[in-house]
């Protein structure tokens, strides 16, 4: 069921841009729901943003957590498990709760993300997806059975459904794989849908991997990955990797 209402995302329209003005449309008791943000909700695996958000008194109270609610299924072959649409809700600090009866339906307000956290999980989404690519060369078996990911601010991991383990062999080749991505540099862009601007693909070179996550715009930043292997148990191997050699770089944002 398609929800009556729908939060705009700038972090879609400009994913550089740190900061929007607002108008606020609903307040929970510890969420505020505003008409758009710049902030990225909790989805495809990446941490949500952090940030603040400024009354008309001046006053600031933080948001911890931002989450995607009400949205709905496309029903668009390549996107299986997205959810469109929707609105988005701004957790507040629990120190920061008593702020909201200073808030009220209709006012104005400036939403501001933390740039080095947006930063960190841009790059480490990027090392996510080079990650992939390099895992779909060396065992293509294993991205038909992706169970899921994580990203955080300081790595990322994959879960796959695999009856063949990882050998040391194949991780050092995935590593090297995934460095020579890094090494060339290339350039990465994302495409939205024509049907759903909400259903959006990340692009490198010849890949294209379906993904709504915020993304660096050239693969060279990530640096050097290390990938380390955990069994999970019968058939699920875990693969996750850091980036010790990153470059973050929050002078774009504004």
């Known amino acids: 069921m398609k929800f ?11 994913s550089y841009a740190g900061h929007c003005q607002a108008s606020v449309i609903k307040i929970e008791a510890d969420m505020i729901e505003l008409d758009a943000t710049v902030a990225f909700p909790e989805g495809g695996g990446q941490e949500a943003d952090h940030g603040t958000i400024t009354l008309n008194n001046g006053r600031v109270l933080r948001f ?32 920061d709760v008593s ?20 930063a960190r999980l841009s790059l480490s989404h990027t090392a996510s997806h080079i990650l992939y690519v390099a895992v779909g060369m060396i065992r293509p078996d294993a991205v038909q059975s992706t169970l899921g990911c994580h990203i955080r601010t300081d790595g990322a991991r994959f879960d796959f459904g695999v009856s063949e383990r990882f050998t040391a062999e194949q991780i050092s080749q995935i590593e090297a794989c995934a460095y020579d991505l890094v ?9 939205a849908h024509p049907q759903e ?3 959006r693909s990340w692009h490198c070179e ?17 640096g050097r990955l290390v990938v380390k292997r955990k069994s999970l148990g019968t058939g699920k191997e875990r ?3 850091s ?11 504004y």
């Open 4 to 14: 009556h209402r729908q939060t705009r995302k700038r972090y879609y329209e400009d």
């Open 239 to 241: 693969l996750s990797c």
């Open 99 to 118: 702020l909201l009866s200073d808030l009220h339906i209709g006012d104005n307000v400036a939403i501001c993300i933390d740039t080095d956290r947006r």
């Open 197 to 199: 601007p909400d259903l």
């Open 64 to 95: 911890i957590d931002v989450r995607k609610m009400y949205g709905h299924a496309p029903g668009i072959n390549g996107f299986p498990d997205v959810q469109v649409g929707g609105v988005i809700w701004h957790k507040v600090h629990p120190d």
């Open 183 to 191: 090494l060339r540099n290339a350039a990465i862009t994302m495409s």
């Open 206 to 222: 010849q890949h294209q991997i379906a993904c709504g996550g915020t993304h660096l715009n050239r693969t060279g930043p990530v």
């Open 243 to 253: 980036f010790p050699d990153a470059v973050f770089d929050t002078t774009r944002f």
